[in-house]
């Protein structure tokens, strides 16, 4: 069975936030144990990851070194993201791989994403990047051209535009790896954001979804299972309320009636929901929503939010029971 896996940014740093070098270490090396896991278990394996907290970093040192050297493009920075988090991850699968005696080649790939130069995304920048910074902060660096919006008492933080995937430029190369046995991180932050010309692509500032362009990558390798790993057991209906109620094996059709209601936040779980459901609209067999330590039972459909496009074991009465408990 071939899985993807995603991994968000904050799935990289430690539990309160730190991204130092070494908490962005041991974070990677305890996801390399279950990721190894999936490997283990004989599935073939590619990881996509998210970059948030190490973009920002790269961001705020920008603006801490303009005097001196000047600032790299964000389409840059993702790039770079995606040589340090690919090269991180590789070690330590690789050396859970050593442990458990299971002779795997592990490859890290710059991966580009094909955007719509047309996306509305890019008139209506609302992603946000980096760190909180006070008022007057934010107005200098509107003066370079920048976007700054306001969060209330947290203080304002930059907003980018977020375009939608179109195509992954390193699709052909990652599925003959991954048909090769090699285990493929590829996909990293959601891909470096390309707009094509007459000649061939250019980088954009831009950055794009990470869970939107892996079910796009999850789809056009053919994976069998698109697993997001979060740092909770499930999707929840009415999260923070008294009537909260996890969401644990639905169809695709049912899931869409939950978002259609407003259920899932657009910037947390909203885009993991919309993830999965890409991936099952488009013939994915199945796509899960689940935490990092459950990889396994994930794969298995036996732990997090399991989405597929029929009712396998969600029917009749059990599954318009389930579906009632979240309206």
């Not at 904050?10 to 490997?39: C, F, K, W, Y």
């Not at 130069?117 to 920048?146: C, H, W």
């Not at 599925?175 to 493929?184: H, Q, R, T």
């Not at 500032?205 to 697993?227: E, F, N, T």
């Amino acid at each position: 069975m071939r899985v993807l896996v995603a991994l968000g940014g904050n799935a990289m740093t430690s539990s309160d936030g730190d991204a130092s070098p070494e908490s962005q270490r041991r974070a990677i090396a305890q996801a390399a144990v279950h990721l190894a896991d999936i490997i283990d278990d004989g599935h073939e394996l590619v990881v996509a990851h998210g970059n948030g907290p190490q973009v920002g970093n790269i961001m705020r040192k920008n603006e801490l070194a303009v005097a001196e050297l000047p600032p790299v493009s964000l389409d840059w920075c993702g790039a770079q993201t995606q040589g340090t988090i690919g090269f991180t991850i590789v070690s330590r699968i690789e050396k859970e791989l050593n442990s458990r005696g299971i002779a795997k080649s592990v490859v890290a790939l710059i991966t580009r994403t094909v955007v719509d130069p047309d996306d509305p995304a890019f008139t209506d920048p609302v992603k946000p990047i980096g760190s909180y910074q006070p008022r007057n902060y934010a107005a200098a660096m509107e003066e370079l051209g920048q976007t700054w919006k306001d969060f209330g008492s947290r203080g304002w933080r930059r907003v980018v535009a977020s375009p939608r995937p179109v195509r992954i430029l390193e699709t052909p190369t990652i599925e003959f790896l991954a048909d090769s046995g090699v285990v493929v991180v590829a996909a990293g932050g959601g891909g470096i954001p390309v707009i094509p010309d007459e000649k061939g692509f250019n980088g954009v500032s831009a950055v794009i979804d990470k869970d939107l362009s892996a079910a796009q990558l999850a789809r056009s390798v053919k994976a069998d299972r698109l697993i997001i790993a979060t740092d909770v057991p499930c999707a929840v209906a009415g999260f923070g309320t008294p009537e909260a109620r996890d969401i644990t094996k639905v169809t695709n059709a049912q899931l869409r009636e939950l978002k259609d209601t407003g259920t899932f936040a657009s910037g947390s779980m909203g885009p993991k929901v919309d993830a999965v459901l890409n991936f099952v609209d488009d013939g994915g067999p199945m796509g899960v929503i689940a935490a990092l330590g459950n990889l396994p039972e994930a794969v298995a459909g036996s732990s997090g939010t399991v989405v597929t496009p029929v009712d396998d074991d969600v029917t009749g009465a059990a599954r318009d029971s389930t579906l009632a408990e979240h309206a």
